[in-house]
């Protein structure tokens, strides 16, 4: 049986809904190195800021119970630097390249988007507000309705790509980050973003990471992401792109079923950089084995049931 | 580099310490390379754990490793059984440079700890070249030293250190590098607790070319998640680099923090 695989986001076509999320892929090349990036619906850009950054000191890492604490700080070459140096060597890709940008104050999210404006080879801005790794930007504009909406609106009057919103789930109530940023013309939102957290070895009495608190991301906080994207999702018209611990086919298809219109894999790659194209490849075969002709028919389908399902743990 | 799922075939163990063989397709490697290993062990630790390479066949078809048991990951490593499928992701990272030095002069290598098995992959290569070794093993008792009969397999004789004298010299591995260093090798090569990399570094600065290979926490390995950075100063400027991709083996004088 055929199944298109095919997914909309917005104005932009996907050839399937299986993304790579920002920062779990550096540039993207790479992943070149295990496969080609041609085969997946698309690839979002570790996120670049102006000038670039060195990020914070290490340890910037640190393993819990199916996750994983980062604190990376957005170490990036600088936006300058990937349009020299990265951007020629990307373009040949045939793939949706998605440049994930932030920075510091609204006047820098805009001159960023600016400056991404002209690449070519970019084909949408995912916006950052919700990187809790640095002291200011990120996380500080993303947890306030009336600055998300600014400085989504401040973007989209300096950039005719489509502007991908990537959302913290750092809020008592993702609707309403979600939908001023609808408000501020966003294409799409990305959900989610790391869950703000901390580890301490007990042993040294001491921190886990340089910075304390990192975001936590991984199988642990996918049932978390997965009510965030069905929340936001409901609440909005624009399509919502899944993230938060997708590590497997069916992680894929949940969101889906949640209301992701794509998803992104980020931690997976880690530990396996190949489980992109295993989650392509179930996803392809969930669709045959449940006659599924057209998978953007499952977007936000489990919505329409209105009875549980039979759930005995087994 | 690859990323797929091998088997293990072999598994011999010495107290903490186990000696893996895998088999699967095997890129060639060289000396300082590492991979990625992760058994089949659910959602915890996440992430596999990065660990030199010991040797490889000829035949391209196994490849060793020497694991230490001493957290979560390393000690599902060190229990994996004959048949076990473990994903290895590699061959990883830089390597010791294989030349460079005035052939006529020895090189020095400095190992201690699970800093070892690099080293000996390292000899076995150079001794299969001709360069003349001078191999020097530091550990706490004899008990600790590791690899004694792969390197009398490959003719290399190694200087022993021991911190109680129980093998060898009495003290420190980088003693006998002082010793050494008085016959002006040609390199030094290091891999081995941070304090011998740091001693090994503050002897040879400025009188021999010095390369060590270092240790850190790492995400993918590979090079996407910058989590193992570490600070690189060449002409003057300091920068951060990944230890998974333009390391683990970087030259000491570009490591003013060692």
């Given at each position: 049986?055929?199944?298109?695989?095919?997914?909309?986001?917005?104005?932009?076509?996907?050839?399937?809904?299986?993304?790579?999320?920002?920062?779990?892929?550096?540039?993207?090349?790479?992943?070149?190195?295990?496969?080609?990036?041609s085969l997946l619906g698309g690839y979002c850009?570790?996120?670049?800021?102006?000038?670039?950054?060195?990020?914070?000191?290490?340890?910037?890492?640190?393993?819990?119970?199916?996750?994983?604490?980062?604190?990376?700080?957005?170490?990036?070459?600088?936006?300058?630097?990937?349009?020299?140096?990265?951007?020629?060597?990307?373009?040949?890709?045939?793939?949706?390249m998605v440049a994930n940008f932030y920075g510091h104050s609204v006047e820098e999210y805009a001159a960023a988007a600016e400056k991404l404006q002209a690449e070519p080879c970019i084909a949408a801005l995912e916006m950052n507000i919700s990187c809790p790794n640095v002291k200011t930007g990120g996380i500080a504009f993303g947890t306030d309705p009336k600055l998300v909406q600014e400085v989504t609106a401040a973007c989209r009057q300096v950039t005719g790509k489509p502007l991908w919103v990537k959302l913290t789930p750092n809020v008592t109530d993702i609707t309403e980050t979600a939908s001023a940023a609808e408000d501020g013309g966003a294409d799409a939102l990305s959900c989610i973003n790391t869950y703000p957290a901390m580890a301490i070895d007990v042993e040294r009495r001491a921190f886990k990471i340089n910075t304390r608190s990192g975001g936590l991301s991984g199988p642990a906080i996918k049932p978390l992401a997965v009510r965030a994207v069905y929340l936001a999702s409901k609440a909005v018209k624009i399509p919502v792109v899944g993230i938060g611990g997708i590590s497997t086919w069916a992680d894929a298809i949940e969101f889906i079923l949640a209301g992701a219109s794509a998803v992104q894999v980020g931690t997976a790659l880690f530990s396996n950089p190949l489980a992109p194209l295993e989650i392509l490849e179930g996803v392809r075969e969930y669709c045959e084995r449940h006659g599924v002709g057209d998978i953007a028919s499952l977007i936000g389908a489990a919505r329409d049931f209105e009875r549980p399902a039979c759930n005995l743990p087994r | 580099m690859v990323s797929k799922p091998m088997h293990l075939v072999q598994n011999v163990k010495r107290g903490p310490y186990a000696t893996l063989t895998l088999r699967g397709e095997v890129i060639p490697s060289h000396p300082g390379q590492f991979y990625m290993l992760r058994g089949e062990w659910g959602l915890s630790p996440l992430l596999g754990r990065p660990i030199s390479i010991l040797g490889e066949d000829a035949g391209h078809s196994e490849v060793r490793f020497l694991v230490k048991a001493v957290g979560e990951g390393s000690r599902l490593l060190h229990s994996l059984k004959p048949g076990d499928a473990v994903r290895a992701t590699g061959p990883l990272g830089n390597h010791f440079p294989l030349s460079g030095w005035d052939p006529q002069s020895p090189v020095v290598l400095l190992a201690g700890g699970v800093g070892v098995p690099p080293m000996v992959y390292l000899a076995s290569r150079l001794s299969e070249s001709g360069a003349g070794i001078v191999f020097c093993q530091g550990?706490?008792?004899?008990?600790?030293?590791?690899?004694?009969?792969?390197?009398?397999?490959?003719?290399?004789?190694?200087?022993?250190?021991?911190?109680?004298?129980?093998?060898?010299?009495?003290?420190?591995?980088t003693e006998l590098l002082a010793k050494e260093l008085e016959y002006q090798p040609g390199a030094v090569f290091a891999c081995g607790p941070e304090a011998m990399l740091r001693a090994t570094a503050k002897l040879c600065k400025g009188k021999v070319p010095c390369h060590v290979s270092l240790e850190a926490a790492m995400g993918c390995g590979y090079g996407v998640c910058l989590s193992c950075v570490t600070q690189v100063t060449r002409e003057g400027k300091t920068a951060n680099q990944r230890v998974c991709k333009e390391g683990p083996v970087f030259d000491a004088e570009a490591l003013p923090w060692l």
């Open positions: 049986m055929a199944v298109n695989l095919g997914v909309k986001v917005g104005s932009l076509q996907l050839k399937n809904p299986v993304m790579l999320a920002s920062g779990c892929c550096g540039y993207a090349l790479e992943m070149e190195e295990f496969f080609d990036l850009l570790k996120g670049l800021c102006a000038g670039g950054s060195e990020g914070n000191p290490p340890p910037r890492l640190c393993e819990t119970p199916g996750g994983l604490i980062n604190s990376i700080g957005l170490q990036n070459i600088g936006i300058e630097e990937f349009l020299g140096e990265k951007a020629p060597k990307l373009r040949r890709v045939n793939s949706v | 550990a706490r008792t004899k008990e600790d030293l590791l690899l004694l009969d792969e390197l009398e397999a490959i003719g290399v004789s190694p200087h022993l250190a021991t911190d109680d004298g129980s093998l060898g010299h009495k003290g420190l591995v």
